[in-house]
């Protein structure tokens, strides 16, 4: 009996994720050539909404249905190959890809516009473009060579985001620093790719054979891979270059590159380790290790910051640190061959991708309204911005409330996961249960310096009094609110409604994790419904006791009296807490790690005429280790100088000396 022939259905959704990344590359294009205006700020914009929707189309339809599809065409390069594939794994990834380059596309679009910088908006706007579909070609890559350069051209547009401004200094600076780190970064990857073709034969993403994990040649590829993903990532000590680089960019780049771009680095460890069919558990162990140190220090770090934007910076960094400890969960998972501990520890880790990429976009577009309309960054000169910018302010509250871990919001189930995947863990015997004992507890410290650091940037912010009237005080307009307004609506829905989530990300999970998986699903697993319930419980009552408080204030008989000024007749709004002194205890006790600097002179009289206080809290890894590296090297580089002295006969001895010492070594 003749077979008939096999129906391949056709990659609609790939379609749509490549069609949506070149649409936001395209709407860029025009407006280079067209003058700075409207047209063509409206041109760029539709091309990244239009394209942004085309391509979360299809990336949510393959989070959906779990389908895999692929696409292959040649390419002239040997071993090289135009392989692309969306599975439910790269479709976890690109959907806040796309929600976030779209509203973020948005809000650029009005505070870097032309009239404020007609030399930076139409370059910025198209580096913009591509960096999104270049991403999304990094996530969908099957071929390593095609990656590779994926990856390159990402690494390049981020570039010229972070230098966006290129009248600041500040930026020109992070720039070089960025590029330095990405680059070091990617020729880690080169040696990355070229160890895994040794291995494998091929320049394709396929799977290892069974054994080489354990080898000294699956160590070297798990060590390329940890350095060259982790630049990307910003894990600690490879972080060095985020701080200023998120600083420096503009609020919407800001919000792209650490809701998003970052998690590239992420994703790059997940599909690498999903090609090894049995990983060791140490590979786990390092990736607790390095979660753990990422989560605690980026929160000190942020707690000892006063400028806004670097304070989420670190947060970044603390975040990543919590993925990365559901990554070090999933791994330690499988190498004991528990699919629960793989599932919950993986499923937590791409469920804070995600929320992740929610809440800090969300955070990143309220701190860039806030500098605009203050002129500063810096934290001690803020204060009362709750009055000129309501709605920042209760959206800002909303970011700060999720990226604390509390319910109701969405940052609470993600972290529920991972800290799920640890007490399993923990529930076991011997080494595997120490291991836990030691990361559960440094994430529950994460959490809680992550609230306090959040209680001191939304109250030195948005509460109290102005400390005199902002520069740029105005109202705030649609373009910049609505995109706050989707995402934090965003955040309520995956806290309110963790379990519609559970599905995608337990097909993405048994991508990164092949082989067998827990009879129960994850939805039960976790007990994701009741955590839903529990969050929408909690709303219910704060919305009652907040009824009830108002209707109380509304009945009482207002009354009249002198004011209780506490010792105070004169108070101005010098007198109250900057974010510097608010964190000043907190940063004491991580006062070994940060190694605060604090400039003043001593008050000794009772009533001193002026005084002045400053305290920074330098990089560790950058100000004190990789800077006088780097000076370091420059002055032996400016010694050898003397070397070269202009003369033949010097060289000839040069080269003399050279063969002597050669031969005597022979």
């Not at 509460?463 to 609110?481: C, K, Q």
């Amino acid at each position: 009996m003749e077979r008939s022939p096999r129906v391949v259905p056709a990659p609609v959704s790939l379609l749509l994720v490549l069609g949506g990344a070149f649409l936001c590359v395209a709407g860029g294009v025009p407006g280079l050539f067209l003058p700075p205006g409207a047209t063509a700020r409206r041109i760029a914009t539709a091309g990244s909404v239009g394209g942004s929707l085309l391509g979360l189309v299809g990336a949510v339809s393959a989070a959906v249905t779990g389908r895999v599809e692929t696409l292959t065409r040649p390419w002239p390069l040997p071993g090289a190959a135009l392989h692309v594939e969306l599975d439910a794994l790269s479709a976890i990834f690109l959907v806040p890809l796309f929600l976030v380059s779209a509203l973020a596309a948005i809000s650029g679009s009005r505070s870097f516009g032309d009239e404020e910088h007609p030399s930076d908006a139409r370059r910025t706007r198209f580096f913009f473009g591509l960096a999104t579909g270049a991403i999304a070609l990094v996530l969908v890559a099957r071929n390593g060579l095609f990656f590779l350069a994926s990856w390159e051209v990402m690494a390049l547009s981020a570039f010229f985001l972070v230098t966006a401004d290129r009248s600041s200094r500040e930026a020109r600076d992070a720039g070089r620093l960025y590029l330095f780190a990405t680059h070091a970064g990617t020729l880690t990857l080169f040696g990355f790719f070229s160890q895994l073709r040794h291995l494998t034969g091929s320049t394709e993403l396929v799977p290892l054979p069974p054994g080489v994990a354990g080898t000294d040649a699956g160590t070297a590829l798990f060590v390329l891979a940890l350095f060259g993903f982790g630049f990307k990532a910003g894990v600690l000590p490879l972080h060095f270059w985020l701080p200023p680089a998120h600083a420096a960019a503009p609020a919407h780049v800001s919000a792209l590159m650490s809701g998003v771009l970052i998690k590239t680095g992420i994703y790059g460890i997940l599909r690498f380790t999903a090609l090894v069919p049995d990983p060791p558990a140490a590979w786990g162990d390092v990736l607790l290790v390095l979660g753990v140190a990422s989560a605690v220090l980026g929160v000190a770090f942020a707690l000892g910051q006063h400028d806004l934007k670097r304070l989420l910076a670190w947060h970044s960094v603390e975040n990543i640190g919590i993925i990365v400890l559901g990554l070090g969960a999933g791994l330690a998972g499988r190498a004991a061959g528990r699919p629960e501990w793989a599932l919950l520890g993986l499923a937590g880790a791409l469920f804070h991708v995600v929320n992740h990429g929610l809440f800090k976009s969300l955070l990143f577009l309220g701190a860039g309204e806030v500098v605009h309309v203050a002129g500063t960054r810096d934290m001690d000169r803020m204060g009362g911005f709750g009055r000129v910018l309501p709605k920042t302010a209760f959206f800002f509250l909303a970011g700060a409330v999720a990226i604390s871990g509390l319910p109701p919001l969405n940052g609470f189930a993600s972290e529920w996961l991972v800290y799920l995947g640890l007490f399993e863990r923990a529930r076991a015997s011997g080494a595997d249960a120490l291991r836990a004992a030691f990361a559960a507890p440094a994430l529950a410290l994460t959490g809680a310096l992550a609230l306090a650091c959040f209680v001191k940037a939304h109250g030195s912010v948005f509460l109290g009094s102005l400390r005199g009237d902002p520069p740029h005080a105005h109202g705030e307009p649609a373009l910049h609110v609505a995109p706050m307004a989707v995402l934090a609506g965003a955040c309520a829905l995956l806290g309110l409604w963790p379990a519609g989530i559970a599905p995608a990300l337990a097909r993405a999970s048994a991508i990164a994790a092949p082989g067998p998986v827990p009879a129960v699903p994850l939805a039960e697993l976790a007990s994701l419904v009741t955590v839903g319930l529990s969050a929408f419980a909690l709303v219910l009552l704060l919305g009652a006791v907040g009824l009830l408080l108002r209707r109380r204030l509304a009945a009482a008989a207002p009354t009249a009296g002198p004011t209780w000024d506490c010792g105070y007749a004169r108070p101005t709004a010098r007198m109250q807490y900057t974010a510097s002194s608010f964190a000043r205890g907190p940063v004491g006790y991580f006062g070994w790690a940060l190694r605060p600097r604090a400039k003043g002179a001593p008050v000794t009289k009772l009533f001193p005429v002026t005084a002045s206080f400053e305290s920074h809290v330098p990089d560790t890894v950058l100000d004190r280790a990789i800077v006088p590296a780097f000076r370091a090297g420059a002055w032996a580089a400016r010694q050898g100088r003397i070397l070269q002295q202009g003369r033949i006969q010097l060289y000839l001895l040069y080269v003399v000396a050279t063969l002597v010492a050669l031969l005597l070594r022979v």
